[in-house]
């Protein structure tokens, strides 16, 4: 299946600071990525849909400008958290979809824990 | 709307054991099914898959079969091992983009 990695794999932060999440996809050119948060012991919680070359769509409840996502090139979508608080604390991950448009592959994950 | 429904967890099994993990679903459709399988600290791969009725995902001894008629997508394997302790998450394509409607999740945890 495809690759697909996250840095950094955790981060710890200042409440107030941003932090910048990047996903890449190491052997395939992927035009949409998703992604996600999740909280202990829960499931996944979709936070938005990255499109290459334009705008990400949020989904509802999700705060476009404090998450804010770029998906500058086919392998490469970032996720800023701005002005981090400890509510954001959590474990992000974001996915791609393979080519059969059907099957996504996530990455490790980042675990954010604001102070 | 979409949604999938998981049994609750923790499920505890002795190795060896046989493991059942129930899903069900409602849906629009017949939608593509998946399991995948998150270890701890990890992110979540994918264990198998299924696309249409009656088709079976099977991958490292675990399988599930689609049921449109029960509109369910059990996970099974005959022999857990200790190396199965996870947790499971049961989904389900929800749009033509691909995202994924999740169940909560179900850990198993296997005891040698």
């Known amino acids: 299946g495809a690759v697909v990695s996250q840095h950094p794999s955790w981060v710890i932060c200042k409440s107030g600071t941003s932090v910048k999440i990047e996903c890449r996809s190491l052997d395939f050119q992927a035009t949409t990525m998703f992604w996600y948060r999740q909280f202990p012991k829960q499931s996944l919680m979709l936070m938005a849909t990255s499109n290459e070359g334009s705008k990400a769509t949020y989904e509802q409840g999700v705060e476009k400008d404090k998450f804010l996502i770029n998906h500058a090139s086919l392998t490469l979508s970032t996720l800023t958290v701005t002005s981090a608080h400890p509510e954001d604390s959590s474990f992000y991950i974001c996915?791609?979809?393979?080519?059969?448009?059907?099957?996504?592959?996530f990455g490790p994950g980042t675990r954010l824990t604001v102070l | 709307g979409n949604s999938v429904t998981q049994m609750e967890g923790p499920v505890t099994l002795s190795e060896e054991a046989f493991l059942t993990i129930n899903c069900t679903y409602t849906a629009t459709g017949y939608p593509s099914l998946f399991w995948y399988v998150q270890y701890p600290g990890e992110g979540l791969q994918l264990l198998l898959k299924a696309t249409k009725a009656d088709d079976k995902g099977s991958n490292k001894g675990f399988e599930a079969t689609y049921r449109k008629e029960t509109t369910s997508f059990h996970l099974e394997k005959g022999s857990v091992q200790v190396s199965d302790s996870a947790v499971y998450f049961c989904a389900l394509i929800r749009d033509s983009w691909g995202k994924l409607q999740f169940g909560a999740g179900t850990q198993v945890v296997v005891t040698p």
């Open positions: 996915s791609e979809v393979a080519g059969d448009g059907d099957t996504q592959y």
